[in-house]
């Protein structure tokens, strides 16, 4: 996408010299807003995103992918229909930015003008077919369950404005005495496979580095999945959102019944403290 739009750049800037050559539509794009859907199946819980950056089309070809917000120039005019998509970082890798699944598109038509310059502020809200597991920590009961087997910490459940702004979520402090601790969700997840989208997500603020896994459930077995590595958060030390992406393994493990995810906490090297702030956890699917 960087070579399409550095395309559109170079064109735009070689021709500028032709005589009568048409003056670019600039689209001025704002961070996205994230509403509810009042058609959804399920709950869909707070309403917290990372959609970081806008897959832009318009009439169909694809314009480039932006971080937002952005201002971008199209040689088109008149009657055009802008089609936005809101996108992330999977995995939370700058790399490989996708277009979020479980999000209807924005789209308008309208009049462009040449050398005329039109803003957006994009919004969307999930597709209402869209599944939810949620954990927020505002129910009596926790659905992330320590794993008593290995855990030698705790976690938690907190309820302070100043700490986290969607009232209660958990905590977890780690020292040399207590330096792990696992949860994993209850119950087990029966999931879509077959190259099914599947993203486990969350917010977080770490002073120590979070694994994310998942476990397998076979007839008679259960299979350990090696996720992915949350990194701590050494400066400037906020509340983040992750998008896990689930498919890979859940479409390529053809005798698995049932999913847990879990969530593993060891005492990073060379730290006598550090602690884990989680909330919003969430597996999402159709």
Avoid at 169 to 182: D, P, T
Avoid at 226 to 235: A, D, E
Avoid at 243 to 251: A, H, P, R, T
Wanted: glycine share 6%; aromatic share 12%.
């Amino acid at each position: 996408m960087k070579y399409l739009y550095f395309f559109v750049l170079l064109s735009f800037g070689l021709s500028s010299c032709v005589k009568n050559n048409p003056l670019p539509v600039w689209l001025e794009i704002n961070t996205w807003t994230l509403n509810s859907n009042p058609s959804s199946n399920d709950p869909t819980g707070e309403l917290t995103h990372n959609f970081s950056d806008v897959w832009v089309y318009v009439d169909g070809k694809i314009i480039g992918v932006f971080e937002v917000p952005c201002k971008i120039p199209v040689l088109v005019s008149g009657s055009c229909k802008v089609t936005l998509y809101p996108a992330f970082k999977n995995n939370g890798l700058a790399s490989t930015k996708k277009i979020y699944p479980f999000a209807e598109p924005y789209e308008v038509t309208m009049d462009l003008a040449e050398g005329e310059t039109y803003t957006f502020n994009p919004s969307t809200r999930y597709f209402a077919n869209t599944q939810f597991w949620i954990e927020d920590f505002e129910d009596s009961s926790v659905k992330l369950v320590k794993d008593a087997s290995v855990s030698t910490a705790e976690m938690t459940v907190e309820s302070n404005s100043s700490n986290g702004p969607w009232g209660n979520y958990g905590h977890i402090a780690l020292n040399s005495a207590q330096s792990l601790w696992v949860g994993i969700t209850e119950p087990a997840l029966p999931l879509p496979k077959s190259g099914a989208e599947v993203y486990l997500e969350f917010d977080y603020k770490n002073t120590n580095s979070i694994l994310t896994g998942m476990i397998e459930i076979q007839n008679g077995a259960q299979v350990d999945h090696g996720g992915f590595t949350v990194s701590q958060q050494t400066s400037d030390v906020k509340w983040k959102k992750i998008y896990i992406d689930l498919k890979d393994v859940v479409s390529n493990t053809p005798n698995g019944i049932s999913y847990k995810q879990y969530l593993r906490m060891l005492l990073d090297d060379g730290l006598s403290s550090s602690e884990v702030y989680i909330d919003n956890i969430k597996v999402v699917h159709f």
